[in-house]
């Protein structure tokens, strides 16, 4: 039977289209998506009058590190047009939303760098000094990229931040994950994996997961199971912050971290897990 998947996030639409549901797909694994966050726009006018130069002088360049922030854009007004924007962009999924714009970039880059840090140090290797930067935010972007930019272009490097968005939990999350297990039976021994894309999205689901999971806890941690669900999960992250969020503040042993944002890179974390303990199970059956 094909291991099934957790996906806390909204899916692509249609379906099919689902870069991280379609790599997984073809990997015999059986993803599920559902939605725990949603997003709320903010500033849309203003980032429309910004690009158009009427709001505090030109924009060189724009970043963005999410879709969310292309919502935004796609948001700005007919009247905006994005086709002469350089845009900087953490991943290849983030480059596609850009690339269905009403009138699209036609200067992309980053895109390989899978992590704002990464992107960052790009843009700080790639933009002249005496550009201006607008890097688009939602309400819980960490620093870390603003920071290196700054410091990597100096005085005369110019980066300006606006809060296109903010995120929040959506609304019966608990019923929902009910719903969405409705008809699925569990068979002892089996185990699914739970996919986190945001420290936000973990604080907000935690509570209704454990009514239907169990989750490994840490050495040492103060709760020593994490959910009582008939249901075994293993725990995957999408990078790094997201893992040490997981590990640190929620207690859970984190299974898989994926380097980068892709389906790619998540399923290509979960089968070295799999390889990873099947070769364990072997030695120990050889000692």
């Not at 639409?13 to 073809?26: F, I, K, N, Q, V």
């Not at 726009?41 to 709001?55: A, H, Q």
């Not at 999971?213 to 790094?240: K, N």
């Amino acid at each position: 039977m094909a291991q099934r998947v957790l996906l806390l996030r909204t899916p692509a639409s249609p379906p099919e289209t689902d870069p991280y549901e379609a790599a997984l797909t073809r990997a015999s694994f059986r993803p599920l998506s559902l939605p725990v966050l949603e997003t709320v726009l903010e500033n849309v006018d203003r980032l429309s009058r910004i690009i158009r130069g009427e709001d505090e002088g030109r924009v060189d360049a724009v970043i963005v590190t999410s879709a969310r922030a292309v919502d935004a854009c796609a948001n700005a007004g007919v009247d905006t047009d994005w086709r002469a924007v350089r845009f900087y962009v953490v991943g290849h999924a983030t480059a596609a939303a850009l690339a269905r714009l009403r009138t699209p970039p036609q200067d992309v880059r980053g895109m390989e760098c899978g992590t704002a840090e990464r992107l960052a140090r790009y843009i700080v290797g790639d933009a002249r000094r005496e550009e201006r930067l607008l890097y688009l935010t939602g309400d819980k972007n960490r620093e870390t990229l603003a920071r290196v930019v700054r410091e990597g272009l100096g005085e005369e490097g110019v980066l300006r931040e606006l809060r296109v968005y903010a995120t929040r939990g959506v609304g019966d999350f608990e019923g929902r994950l009910s719903r969405a297990l409705e008809g699925e039976t569990v068979e002892d021994g089996e185990r699914w994996w739970i996919v986190f894309f945001a420290p936000s999205a973990a604080a907000h689901a935690m509570p209704a997961l454990r009514a239907h999971f169990s989750m490994a806890a840490r050495e040492g941690w103060r709760d020593d199971g994490l959910g009582r669900g008939r249901a075994q999960a293993r725990v995957a992250a999408i990078g790094g912050t997201t893992g040490d969020y997981l590990s640190e503040h929620v207690g859970l042993i984190v299974d898989a971290v994926a380097e980068r944002p892709s389906g790619e890179s998540l399923t290509a974390a979960l089968i070295q897990h799999s390889l990873d303990n099947g070769q364990h199970r072997q030695r120990s059956k050889m000692n």
